[in-house]
Structures are given as C-alpha cells and as structure tokens.
C-alpha cells in the first residue's frame, strides 16, 4: 500500500498529477519531470536493480532514497481513529546510512544516465494496534505501521559519481592509505559498518587497495 510519505515526495517531483504513475516500456515511473525519470524507493534498493537497469539504457533516471532524521510516533486507537499518544522515536537516520542500500547496488552505481537523490526528511508514523500472535516462539508486535507521513524536507544530497561519495565520510583524498579503523573514527561508527562503506566505495570505484598492514588494508582514493 502506498504511503502518503511517498505520494507527497512523488508530487513533489512531477510537473503535475499527469505526470505521476506514468506507464513507461511495462513498467510504472513514480514521476517524470521534463526528460528526467523519478523513482522514490523507501526500500531496499536491490528491489529496482533490474527496472533500473533497463530504464538507463534510454532514460536519465533519478532514485530518490528518503530517509528519517526524526520520527514522531503516534498511536491510533484505530485506523483514523483517535490519538492515544505522540513520543519522538530515539532513533535517528543518517545521510550515510544510504549506503546500506548501495551495498546491493554497485552493479548499477554509478552510471551516466542515474542520479541518486538522498532525502533527510521528518516523519510521522501512525500505528495502531494488531493481534499480538507467537512467531517462532517470539511475540509479534502489538502494532502495525498504517501510514507514514511527511512532516519536513530537512535536507537533499546527490550522487552521480563515485568520488561523490567520498564527501560523506570527509574522505582524505591526499593521503597515501588509510583502513576502516580511521573510517570508523571519522564518522562515529562501529568498524563494521566502515567495513560496509569500503567495500561499496571499491566496488563502486571511489577507491583502490593501496597496500596492508597489521591494523588491516589501505585504501586510497582512485
């Protein structure tokens, strides 16, 4: 079922509502402004690997990821019902989180013809309550998500080139080597996830091996 959230983002891009849903070589585009195709993708960007692939052999095609700095829940007793309680989420997202989405999609990024839009947004998100039943000896939850809202574009970040990328983690393009301990550093993040962000960096081209060490690889930028 589609969000608000991605209806109010889908909009925003069209020139008009002629310009939404449009059907385009079998498939549907969320919105088309002048020569340029829009997709809006809240999921998991190995979903569009393929539609993807086939839009860029014709079309400039922009992917638009939104992502949560801030999200304000609020339960519904029921669906359009009334409001039992607004709390803001502890959770917040990060414009380097994109690359959770990238690590299923260096075999598209980048390309000449894409553009990947990353969107800081505020959000609501509506719950209301559902069954709680066992799932392999866990409890599901005792809510679902009914809707997600648009409260405020914080904040818009493209990517057209790898080296693009680089700009997220303040990459020093000067130095001879560095490894993820120093990524991970630089960006407060477990060394895990600067694991992550090296390995799309060098399968996407930004970077290269330039040699190792016991504290781990070194990488350069390309």
């Not at 400039?60 to 409001?83: D, F, H, S």
Request: proline share 4%; glycine share 6%; aromatic share 6%.
């Amino acid at each position: 079922m589609e969000t608000t959230l991605h209806r109010q983002l889908k909009n925003s891009y069209a020139a008009s509502d002629a310009d939404t849903e449009v059907r385009l070589g079998g498939f549907r585009i969320d919105a088309v402004r002048k020569d340029e195709l829009v997709e809006i993708q809240y999921a998991s960007f190995s979903a569009l690997s393929g539609k993807a692939k086939r839009l860029l052999a014709r079309h400039q095609l922009r992917i638009v990821k939104p992502i949560a700095n801030r999200t304000r829940l609020t339960r519904l007793a029921e669906p359009g019902g009334e409001v039992l309680s607004r709390r803001l989420s502890p959770k917040r997202g990060s414009v380097i989180d994109v690359f959770d989405d990238l690590i299923y999609f260096t075999r598209v990024f980048p390309h000449p013809n894409l553009t990947i839009e990353v969107v800081m947004v505020d959000v609501e998100q509506i719950r209301v309550p559902a069954k709680k039943t066992r799932c392999r000896g866990r409890w599901k939850k005792d809510y679902y998500v009914d809707d997600v809202r648009l409260e405020s574009i914080i904040s818009r970040h493209e990517f057209s080139v790898a080296a693009d990328l680089l700009e997220l983690i303040d990459w020093p393009v000067a130095s001879t080597g560095i490894n993820t301990e120093a990524i991970a550093a630089a960006i407060g993040r477990p060394r895990q996830v600067a694991q992550k962000i090296a390995y799309v960096l060098k399968r996407v081209g930004a970077i290269h091996v330039a040699g190792r060490k016991r504290s781990g690889i070194l990488y350069s930028a390309a």
